[in-house]
């Protein structure tokens, strides 16, 4: 069996291009990325199943082993789109400076994949009591699409699961979901000489800014997290597009906003909230008010603080289990009856930025506690 080399495998993965943008002419297909890591898994005795999720996207689930329980190791195989002009070296290259490799996705998150290879290459000389899955995704960046699909999909997949974002290697049990809105208001725009020719959406718009500031002002009042840097709920009003001339009753208004909920918070219940806000201010002002979301919005996460494998992964890297603001797709395997934590080799203070980059010293302390996460589960 003769897999390439740990920094061969990181190589490859960069050097194929996954970006996933809401941009069309950025987008790009992941089936590269999935193809590579499908012959690597295979090679070493996984049986590999490709899930198509849209044209030229796609998931991996490559499973080592049977039974019901095992442990999940999940990553998602796409990147952010890249200004190259902004970077010191070719993004699709992998490079070595100084104590780091640099390259787009080596943090952000190729570069687990390989590491979970390396962890697993050593143990296969022993039998498996419970199964190994690795799961790479598609399109986390834009629409987690591929962890939407795999939750719809309900097909169980281990006792735990580890998302190995970009966490410096500390356990992460928490984070802020994610909702991005829009609202839309159509009323009849006419001359302003006489305010009964209209009905502003412009004056409706205010009202309905100021009972979103009202929702978000009693939302933290009600709910506080301490485990978070912002401890409450945010809402920002983003953008806003209306009318065209002074002197025209304003016909149209729209409002872009996104709101971070915390645990304990669920995003539909939210909504149905703002509706009921909304309906009174389209009769009072006669006009038409849409609310729709602008992408299917990111639930909050929780691991219990107690579970078996939020302590083992306190005792494996030495750190207490913390709280992140970015959203990941935990709380989709969650949904399918995983404990879950977030824990991965990166910095992301680097993510998503030019020069991003995985510190050489990362490497083998996370092959470690990758193994020791798998002989506790698998073996």
């Known amino acids: 069996m003769s897999l390439p080399s740990l920094k061969e495998q990181l190589a490859a993965l960069i050097a194929a291009p996954s970006v996933s943008c809401t941009q069309p002419r950025w987008d790009q297909s992941n089936r590269a990325v999935i193809e590579l890591l499908a012959t690597w898994l295979g090679d070493l005795g996984f049986a590999c199943e490709i899930q198509e999720v849209a044209p030229g996207k796609a998931n991996l689930l490559a499973v080592y082993g049977s039974g019901p329980g095992g442990l999940v190791l999940a990553g998602h195989s796409d990147t952010v789109p890249f200004d190259a002009a902004l970077w010191h070296s070719d993004p699709l290259k992998l490079t070595e400076q100084g104590d780091r490799w640099v390259g787009l996705g080596v943090c952000d998150m190729k570069g687990f994949f390989p590491l979970i290879i390396e962890a697993v290459r050593g143990l ?210 969650q949904q399918l009856g995983c404990e879950t934590i977030v824990l991965g080799p990166g910095d992301i203070a680097c993510a998503h930025q030019p020069g991003e980059f995985l510190e050489l010293a990362r490497i083998d302390p996370t092959v470690q506690l990758l193994r020791q996460l798998i002989q506790h589960y698998c073996l």
Not at 262 to 274: H, S, V
């Open 124 to 333: 296969l000389d022993q039998p498996f009591k419970q199964p190994l899955l690795v799961l790479a995704t598609c399109d986390e960046e834009s629409s987690m699409s591929g962890a939407r699909a795999l939750a719809e999909a309900g097909r169980p997949l281990g006792r735990a699961a580890v998302i190995g974002e970009p966490t410096g290697l500390k356990p992460i049990r928490l984070h802020k979901g994610i909702m991005m809105e829009r609202i839309d208001i159509l009323g009849q725009s006419g001359h302003s000489s006489d305010p009964t020719l209209g009905h502003s959406a412009l004056e409706a718009m205010q009202d309905v800014l100021g009972e979103l500031r009202a929702l978000r002002a009693q939302w933290q009042r009600e709910f506080s997290n301490p485990q978070f840097t912002v401890p409450t709920p945010t809402l920002n009003l983003g953008c806003i597009h209306g009318g065209d001339n002074p002197n025209r009753i304003c016909g149209q208004c729209a409002l872009e906003f996104d709101l971070r909920p915390l645990p304990g918070m669920d995003p539909e219940q939210l909504r149905a909230i703002i509706r009921g806000k909304l309906q009174p201010l389209a009769e009072q002002h006669q006009v038409r008010i849409d609310y729709m979301p602008l992408f299917p919005s990111v639930a909050p996460f929780e691991q219990a603080a107690d579970s078996e494998l939020v302590r083992l992964a306190e005792r494996l890297s030495g750190h207490a289990a913390q709280s992140v603001a970015f959203a990941t797709e935990a709380p989709y395997l």
